[in-house]
């Protein structure tokens, strides 16, 4: 886990402004994976098509799922399942005990248990 990270952590709760900027992180790893002219070109086209800048991903999750079904149709599940393995990796939680590899769902369930007391997962 980063050290940032774990010391928001340990002092109380993940702020909202961290966990979206892991988020982010995450999602441009699971874009690197596809390589890094595809992970420019993907931002590119989420920004053209769907105007949703990089930093209003976290905001805009529903709206960026869309925008993955466009471009990657039933390949979505995989590269969500990517971007969720390595936000639960950042984040220090075993992505085994997600109930979804669902971005929005995932996101929402991480979200909820970092940003709170730490229940379920």
């Given amino acids: 886990m980063p050290k940032e990270v774990a010391a928001t952590l340990n002092d109380e709760k993940l702020c909202k402004d961290i966990f979206n ?61 990517i971007i969720a393995k390595r936000l639960c990796e950042k984040l220090g939680i075993d992505s085994g005990k997600l109930e979804s590899t669902d971005l929005v769902v995932c996101v929402s369930e991480l979200k909820r248990h970092v940003l709170s007391d730490g229940e379920k997962i």
């Avoid at 590119?44 to 466009?70: C, G, M, Q, R």
């Fill in 21 to 81: 900027r892991v988020l982010l992180d995450a999602i441009d790893e699971g874009f690197l994976s596809l390589g890094n002219l595809s992970r420019e070109a993907m931002f590119h086209n989420l920004e053209a098509s769907f105007e949703i800048k990089k930093e209003d991903v976290p905001l805009n999750l529903t709206k960026f799922k869309t925008f993955l079904e466009t471009v990657f149709g039933l390949g979505t599940p995989y590269l969500e399942g």
